[in-house]
């Protein structure tokens, strides 16, 4: 089975966090894209990081490419899986699984991808979830169900949000609740996350 390829959601402005791009963020010593970098493991290279509208590019390893937003009405998360698809799909790429992951996502499992793979089947996609909170952005995707989505997003019918999307692709919740006892998914989006966060990381 080939590999599959993957994206950082990386497009947040951390408005919450005084305009400091989250991607730049050091956690435990580490820049926050290189700690989801080194979580992904054995993907496709190169990783695609989605880092927002055309201009607001980032610092990346070599092993990385930033895909900027296409021009449409679609922002956040759903924008940046967009434009991975667009990206995939001008370079031929139009089958296969694409692993998403939001790159504020500091504790992401090292077997994340493998175990989303897992828990795909034969579903279009499968997002990450954690007892009662789940997490739209870390999800696998089939990328022969998303070949449609650049080109509709202008329409009436396109979706506004990675949850609205798997909501209509009958996305599986994959619980790591039962694998970790702490929320492995948590997340960075105010400074009192950061804190916390930092505070889990120095253990």
């Known amino acids: 089975m080939s590999l599959p390829h993957a994206v950082i959601i990386a497009g947040g ?31 496709t290279r190169p990783i ?10 980032l610092a990346l390893p070599a092993d990385c490419l930033a895909v900027d937003d296409l021009e449409s009405p679609c922002a956040g998360p759903l924008a940046g899986l967009v434009a991975a698809v667009a990206q995939l799909a001008e370079s031929g790429i139009t089958r296969g699984l694409l692993v998403s992951v939001a790159v504020d996502t500091v504790f992401v499992p090292p077997d994340f991808v493998a175990r989303m793979i ?7 996609t499968a997002y990450a979830a954690w007892g009662e909170d789940f997490y739209p952005p870390n999800a696998v995707w089939q990328l022969g169900a998303l070949q449609q989505l650049p080109a509709a997003l202008s329409g ?17 919740r994959v619980d790591w609740a039962g694998l970790h006892p702490t929320n492995p998914f948590a997340n960075i989006n105010t400074l009192a996350d950061l804190l916390a966060l930092q505070r889990l990381a120095g253990r």
């Not at 989605?50 to 590019?57: I, Q, T, V």
């Not at 897992?118 to 279009?124: E, K, Q, S, T």
């Not at 506004?160 to 599986?172: F, I, P, T």
């Open 13 to 43: 402005q951390g408005q919450r966090l005084g305009g400091i791009r989250k991607a730049d963020l050091r956690v435990g010593g580490m820049r926050q894209l290189e700690r989801i970098i080194a979580a992904l493991g054995d993907v």
């Open 48 to 57: 695609l990081v989605a880092s927002g509208p055309r201009g607001r590019r």
């Open 118 to 124: 897992d828990g795909l089947g034969d579903a279009a």
């Open 156 to 172: 009436s019918e396109a979706p506004v949000s990675l949850k609205s999307l798997q909501r209509a692709l009958g996305a599986r």
